[in-house]
């Protein structure tokens, strides 16, 4: 071919000339709405292509030469198709974004590379034919003049920088750009499986209309699959069959579908009428042989395409330099190009776990398990039966494609799905051509649901109807993985998601050698049959159950402590490793809140051992903020029976605020009063660090039990030496003398400041505490109601009004205090009520009015009252019995017989109890209140029923 001439030119273009070059070239020069003057401006890359083919107009040619179809035709060409406002094939395909951006990415790289060259002034390239070599550079004289003495210097005195092996390499680096003169020609990009990678490549048939263009696949069955989808599409007269040698074709613009093995073999022989080379999924190649073939064929424009080239882009880039456009998985199911995949994880048999030991076998890209050993391992009778069941069980009539590891085990699979009912076929390599188009054209009409291969469906085989992908041969190639996954990501209508189930742990973190959606991806965490990537659809069509609860997979540590924080409540622990199960219960435990306690304590039923519970419940002791929560968990502390839990949860409660500090000690002793706990020396040793923790509580119990309590503790706290010593001693003494409650009460009250004083107060305590459980419930006595104030409010909403009210409360009070200095009843309830009513018995002897009668909620009627007691004896105002005793209690009899009562005399009791401890004065007011009380019986009610009503 004769090289064409630059024409310098710098008068704008005629009508004239610029109708003919668009004849001969069969391409626009200036397309609609563009404006001459600045499209075709001197300079420009088009009005280079425009002036050289005015050149070879003058020279007399009757068709464009390869070297400007080569350097100008498809550049034209996606000028043309990319200033439509809507670029779109022959049959009238829009093709879409994506799509557009592979195309204008190739032009954007086409046109600067051409300007680039305008500017230094270099040709384009015009090689005679497919093959030849290019002429050697002629290696010019530098002129450089020799310095004086550069053959003088030493090895010692040569820069300590260079390095012979660092040399040799840049050197070989320096040799490879060299002899690959085509590279600035070379592009790629890469789409998702399913994403129209195909329509892409029809974009550069269609902007190619001066021009061949040769596609290149990597297996005969998609040779036919793409001259299908030409003639479905309307290129079918431009298909064309290969073009050799000096072969010219019948139609412009040919189109010619052939494998890498076909290109290899013919290398060099191949036409020059192809001007645009389309390689079709460009990972395949990167063989040695495939490679050198390619870079060998110096002047066409290469393109190539695959869905996987981030994985092995390394490789990729060294065949193909130049990337023009990137729309990878996430980003095609993002935005609703192809199906939203969902995923679950099938944890795989102990048998099959050893996959562990399979070997890597390094391929020419990447490596991958060896696949006889994997067979070997996974090709098992009650394996493959186990998966036909699972397969019926929970994908039953959904189409899908099965995974193995090897043709043999491909077809032993099939067998068990056949054997468990589901429409299955295995096919292979081995299967003949005529076979395997036939068993596919079944599976699409829906006459086999299930395909079962080793690897022979991975790549190029596109079917919109399969929806499940199952790993049954895992990978450690994640460009193996992803061309799986692709099979099922092309929608159809009523496909709502596609579904791959991978053979792995719920828990397997992403840098596994093994290959998961989720590591494919590098997603954070794993929820079965939810949604990996893309849209979530809300409709009909979905073929799992959605768990609720997700697992941490990133191998990120700070990606997953930020899962714990996101999704602390959502975790399934029991997937968990042991360390990350214990951070996860100590996290629980701090953040817990009242609307998610039973929620968290469920989320650990799978702990046998007890060590999470104990120390979810010990952290949200030590970090909870809310107090009911806290004694919540003390609690379930004291009913684990966990001797070191429950010291520690004895300590915690001491470093709480007073209020809620008497909360925790009541807890902790109701807790020891219930069951043991313990050794006994230890339970001993609790109680009394508990009592210590609520010493005013008892001290105000013993103060008003027996008043000698506050000289005896005041003699204590205030002396000192050898006096302290004495006066413990003489408190001990006074504790042997009195019952067990009000003994226990005076020795958690005491407080000794002397080594020898602690001594005598330590060696009381451990006699008293030889049966922790009934010192737990004498202690637990000492405490008060919380019905108290609630009780009071109620007996004073009850009393009349007037002076009498004032009376009445005076009465109430004195009574209030007579009952405390006799101490509690027998059965350890408080004595509120009892006081109340001999209040308003006190009211009734200064003459006030009869008052109405309450309601009664709190107080329980004597068993024999009525409308009288036995003793002839009405009620009072607010229902209790004013004289209804049958006698008086012996001294000590209250605390010695701790026996429940339900009839309760206050009167009687206040007397025995006001002689119990000495107070003969506050016995004979009771008694005398008591005789009141018989001897003048009043019954107001029927007298206030007789009133008329206002």
Known sequence: MAESTPVAVSAPVSGGDLTRAEELVREPFLNEGEDAEVALAPGTARRAALDEALAELDAGAERPSTGWRRRWSLMLGLERLLSMEEPKLVDGTVLSAHQVDALSGTLIALTADAQADLEAGRAGPSAPSNGADADEPEELPSGELELEGDDDIADDDEPLDWDAAEEAEEEAAADAVTDDPGADRRFWFEHATGAGKT?????????????????????????????????????????????????????????????????????????????????????????????????????????????????????????????????????????????????????????????????????????????????????????????????????????????????????????????????????????????????????????????????????????????????????????????????????????????????????????????????????????????????VRRGRGRRLRVERRVVPVTADPERRAQVFERELWRIAVEHLTWGEQQVWAQLAGARVASNNWRRAKAMLHFDSTGELRRLFLIECLQRNRNSQLRVRALQEIGQLKDPEAFDIAVEIVGSWQRDERREGVKTLLQAMAERPMGRRDQASRWIWHLAEYSREVHEEYAVSRWPETKRLLGLLVNSSGGAHARNARRLVHATKKQDRRLSAALLAAALAHTPEAQQVLDGARMRLGRKPSALARELLRNFPKGRRKRAGRRRKKGGGGGGGGDQAAAAEAKAAKAAASAGEVSDGEPRELEEGAAGEGGGEDTGAKPRSKPRRRRTRKPASAGNGGPDGAAPDADGSEAGADGGETPDGEADEKPKRRRRRKPAAETAAGAESNGDAESAAAAETADAEADEKPRRRTRKKAADPVD
């Open 199 to 535: 329509v892409a490549a029809l974009g550069f048939v269609e902007a190619s209309r001066g021009g061949g263009v040769l596609i290149l696949t990597h297996r005969r069955n998609l040779v036919d699959q793409f001259n299908g989808e030409l003639t479905d599409r309307g290129y079918k007269k431009r298909i064309c069959a290969p073009l050799l040698g000096k072969d010219r074709s019948p139609v412009e613009g040919p189109v010619t579908v052939e494998t890498y093995q076909w290109y290899v073999r013919n290398a060099g022989k191949i036409s020059d009428d192809y001007t645009v080379v389309i390689c079709d999924e460009a990972h395949t190649a990167l063989g040695e042989k495939t490679s050198e073939s390619i870079r060998q064929w110096v002047g066409p424009v290469f393109v190539g395409m695959t869905a996987t080239g981030a994985l092995i882009a390394r490789h990729v880039t060294d065949l193909f330099p130049t990337q023009t456009s990137r729309f990878d998985l996430a980003q095609a199911a993002r935005r609703g190009v192809i199906a939203p995949l969902r995923c679950v994880r099938i944890p795989p048999g102990a048998g099959v776990r050893s996959i562990s030991k399979v070997p890597l076998r390094r391929g020419e890209v990447d490596q991958d398990f060896d696949q006889e050993e994997l067979a070997e391992l996974l090709d098992q009778a009650p394996f493959n039966l186990a998966i036909a069941d699972l397969y019926k069980t929970r994908f039953k009539d959904v189409p899908g494609v099965v995974y193995s590891a090897g043709v043999a085990h491909a077809h032993n699979v099939a067998d068990a799905f056949v054997a468990a009912g589901i429409k299955a076929k295995a096919v292979s390599g081995e299967t003949p051509k005529r076979e395997l188009t036939r068993i596919l054209a079944a599976y699409e009409r829906g006459e086999i649901d299930v395909l079962v291969n080793a690897q022979l469906l991975a790549e190029g085989w596109n079917s919109p109807r399969a929806t499940v992908c199952l790993h049954l041969a895992p990978t450690a190639s994640k460009r193996i993985y992803q061309q799986r996954v692709g099979r099922v990501t092309r929608r159809q209508q009523g496909k709502e998601a596609g579904i791959v189930v991978d053979f792995v742990h719920p828990a397997t973190t992403n840098d596994d050698p093994v290959v998961t959606l989720h590591s494919l991806l590098d997603r954070d965490v794993y929820r079965g049959g939810a949604i990996v990537v893309g849209p």
